[in-house]
């Protein structure tokens, strides 16, 4: 990478400070190259994102949509509905809650719902109060080159939230500030008078002056020679396919086909080059990769001619060059991010490859698909351009003015430039940043990460979120967890909190003095007591007070809900206490990401185990040798019959048998929960366990408070039994419905069931004719449903009727005369 002020400070920016940084510049001032030498050079865990296939591979990432689960459809709407369909796995998540820097590719194709998308997902995962969860998020990309492909229907949705499609219109940028950087110096080309028309191009400031000279290359009739190596950049793939195809049936001879190989996951829509490539000899070809080996014989965008086609090789001759470019297959990977087990990094992992030869057919190819390639030769069709930046983008792609031809003249309709594009790009160029900003942001970078160790925001909502589940479910815990649970919560809020609410002043009075906390002695000493402190009462009442929650509840939702809670807050305060360790020498930004990394790595080891599985301290749990011999008794049993646990005997009863220690029929009766049945069928069992460990610990049981008895249930009363005793006693149907205050229908039904038993009849309340008619209409009904039958009857038979009726039908098996 060549270096220059703009760069180095693009990279400082990156590397010192937490700001999100969009890094601008014309086409082949470096950007590409800058990313490259990003990744090799950053320590920071990052994930390379792009929103194309083909620009993913090109960066060596992955796509927006696949990485963050994006459906291509507009993100807006419900929010919770786009949030509830992605669905992460737990090394994914892994990754998103340690990512210190996520780069977007070519981020002008980025559309500005899909940006805030992204910011909703890292703040799911990360920290909801930051923007992008507190990733720095670096933006690369040219808003004079492509924008982003809206459709009329797509935007009809979008532009009731949004200004414009682009991603400086999303409220995540909107709401929170970043710093532009703008890169000047062009690579690409080295003629400072093409390299101003260009930017007149670009600006949509082409004076007559400048459009004179542009449109000098307007060669009508022009037609290159098969040996000159030109290149037409079309505005639409249809125009360029009919070039190809046409230029290849042209061709004498047969045609070769290059069958791709595909290994693993590389999916269609991010193929470097045809699946299925057709040559000739003589067919004009474009390398679609760069040379891997070290003579650099060829690179992506370079122009030439098939000379011979072997089996497995294509020999190209480009123009200007003597000797022939023996072509053989390459390989291109497509990539997944994983965290690396032994180092902790966020790592590439290939997850697929595609083999093809590296070429394709080059008589034309799209403006679009031009960008971020290089032509010595072309020739420019840009007269039916019709979208931001393509004219630009066309006319960058050349080296020299000398090596294009336009194919019709440059008018001004050609130019299409958005003003809103315009006058941002004029802001950006306007507040470019320098030393001081750069200075400015490494110190609020560096108070930022000192200050979110000793935030507790994570850990006090979800204890806030267990309290409330343990309280509003107070019959599916014993007694000792709801008082572990609530003295877990009071240690947090007046111990950890409300102390750190204190330290936290302290930072900010010591930062005034010297704001830079590598050279402030004091804060650094504040700091390393500040860790030891806030490390003993993590400890203390988080870490171990988790070991003391028994989760062994036995309603399954809220049993799933308490392990979530549980394990979610195990993990963070895990990540605590790495963090106050790695300040016990004092503050160091570089040693508390590394030891964040080592002890994500260990958390996703673990992703896959249940880590919470049952009370690993019994403090609160009187004798806890019983309590697990019974517990262990409860579920061997329960495999042996093969039911639930909790219907040998509840999470409750479990604490009751281990406080009161019932070792009788007598006794256990006296426990809440455990009735006749169950005492019959593991009572023996249940006693002999308690028994035998009373004897072994010398208990006397005599001195132990049992529970009061409990009552004896009420006998169930029959209902329908008791109607139709009132009834045969002489009781009218109103008489009883008065008496037992229901509906005369619900008496009706009471009787209609014994008239079905033969233990009633029918003709006591509907005279013989109806019954008949009733019956022979039930006979004869396909469908039996009262609703059909009273629209056949109609006013003459009521609801209560029918219900006889039909009652009377299927206990006579009723047929017709």
């Known amino acids: 990478m060549k270096t ?247 061709l004498a001879g047969n045609k070769e086909v290059f069958t791709a190989s595909v290994e693993g996951k590389f999916p269609e829509y991010s193929y470097p080059t045809d699946f299925k490539l057709e040559l000739k000899v003589g067919a004009q070809v474009m390398f679609v990769k760069n040379d891997s080996n070290p003579e650099k014989r060829f690179y992506n965008g370079k122009i030439g001619q098939v000379q011979s086609i072997e089996e497995d090789r294509v020999f190209v001759l480009c123009p200007g060059e003597d000797e022939e470019i023996e072509v053989e297959p390459q390989n291109w990977e497509n990539y997944k991010y994983s965290i690396d087990k032994e180092s902790g990094d966020i790592r590439e992992e290939m997850e697929g490859m595609f083999t093809q030869i590296p070429l394709k057919l080059a008589w034309a190819i799209t403006i679009h698909k031009s960008q971020g390639l290089t032509f010595e030769k072309a020739i420019i069709d840009a007269e039916a351009s019709f979208a931001h930046g393509q004219v630009y983008v066309a006319l960058s792609r050349c080296k020299t003015l000398e090596g294009m031809v336009l194919s019709s003249p440059i008018a001004g309709k050609s130019i299409i430039n958005d003003q809103k594009v315009s006058g941002f790009i004029r802001e950006v160029e306007e507040n470019q940043p320098g030393e001081p900003e750069l200075n400015t942001a490494k110190l609020e970078f560096q108070k930022e990460q000192l200050t979110e160790i000793f935030r507790f925001y994570r850990s006090e909502n979800l204890l806030r979120n267990i309290t409330k589940l343990v309280n509003e479910n107070k019959g599916s815990f014993p007694e000792v967890t709801i008082t572990q649970v609530e003295k877990m919560r009071n240690g947090h809020d007046n111990e950890i909190v409300a102390v750190a609410a204190k330290f936290h002043k302290q930072i900010t009075d010591l930062l005034r003095q010297q704001p830079d906390v590598y050279k402030n002695d004091a804060l650094q000493e ?145 426990i809440n929960g455990l009735g006749p049945r169950k005492i019959t069928q593991f009572g023996t069992e249940i006693a002999a366990i308690i028994q035998h460990y009373c004897n072994e610990n010398k208990i006397e049981k005599g001195e132990i408070p049992l529970q009061e008895p409990k009552k004896e249930k009420k006998e169930k009363v029959d209902t329908k039994l008791l109607s139709f005793e009132l009834f045969n006693s002489g009781k009218s149907i109103e008489e009883i419905a008065k008496k037992r205050a229901l509906s005369a229908n619900t008496i009706e039904s009471h009787l209609a069931h014994y008239i079905k038993l033969g233990e009633l009849e029918a003709t006591r309340l509907v005279e013989e004719e109806k019954l008949k008619k009733i019956a022979d209409y039930f006979e004869k009904a396909e469908d039996k449903s009262f609703g059909v039958a009273k629209s056949h009857f109609g006013n003459d038979v009521s609801y209560g009727e029918l219900r006889i009726g039909l009652s009377y039908w299927e206990s006579t098996g009723y047929t017709t005369n």
Not at 105 to 132: G, H
Not at 167 to 194: G, N
Not at 622 to 634: A, D, G, I, S, T
């Open 4 to 250: 220059n002020k703009q760069l180095q400070l693009a990279f400082d920016f990156v590397q010192y400070t937490g700001q999100n940084i969009f890094l601008t510049g014309k086409a082949g001032t470096g950007k590409t190259t800058f990313l490259r030498s990003l990744k090799e050079r950053s320590p920071k865990r990052m994930v390379v994102v792009a929103p194309t296939g083909v620009a993913a591979i090109n960066a060596a990432g992955v796509t927006i949509h696949s990485f963050f689960q994006l459906s291509f459809a507009p993100q807006v709407g419900n929010e919770s509905k786009l949030s509830s369909e992605q669905r992460f796995s737990k090394e994914k998540i892994n990754i998103m809650r340690s990512l210190d820097l996520l780069v977007i590719d070519e981020v002008s194709m980025v559309r500005a719902d899909v940006l805030d998308a992204i910011d909703r997902t890292l703040r799911r995962f990360k920290n909801k109060r930051k923007p992008f969860g507190g990733a720095q998020v670096l933006m690369i990309g040219d808003l004079q080159q492509l924008a982003p492909v809206v459709k009329n229907e797509e935007w009809g949705l979008l532009r009731r939230e949004y200004d414009t499609p682009y991603f400086f219109s999303s409220k995540a940028l909107r709401e929170f500030p970043h710093v532009s950087i703008e890169l000047t110096e062009v690579f690409r080309q080295q003629d400072e008078k093409f390299i101003s028309l260009l930017n007149k191009v670009r600006e949509n400031k082409l004076d007559e002056e400048a459009r004179q000279l542009l449109n000098t290359r307007h060669i009508p009739g022009f037609v290159p020679g098969d040996e000159d190596g030109y290149i037409t950049l079309c505005t639409h793939n249809v125009s360029a396919q009919r070039i190809n195809d046409s230029k290849l049936s042209a």
């Open 526 to 670: 504040r700091t390393k007591k500040a860790a030891a402190y806030f490390g003993e009462k993590v400890q203390h009442i988080l870490a171990d007070g988790i070991k003391k929650i028994d989760l062994d509840i036995d309603n399954k939702e809220i049993k799933r809900q308490l392990k979530r809670y549980v394990n979610d807050l195990k993990d963070d305060t895990q990540l605590k206490l790495t963090a106050f360790e790695s300040c016990l020498e004092g503050f160091d930004v570089k040693r508390l990401m590394d030891s964040r990394a080592k002890t994500l790595v260990k958390q996703s080891k673990s992703s896959g185990k249940q880590k919470a599985k049952e009370i690993t301290d019994f403090e609160n749990i009187p004798n806890p040798e019983l309590f697990e011999q019974l517990r262990n008794y409860r579920t061997e049993k329960a495999g042996e019959l093969e039911i639930p646990p909790f219907m040998i005997f509840s999470q409750k009863v479990l604490y009751a048998l281990v406080t009161y220690l019932p070792t009788d029929a007598a006794a256990l009766k006296l």
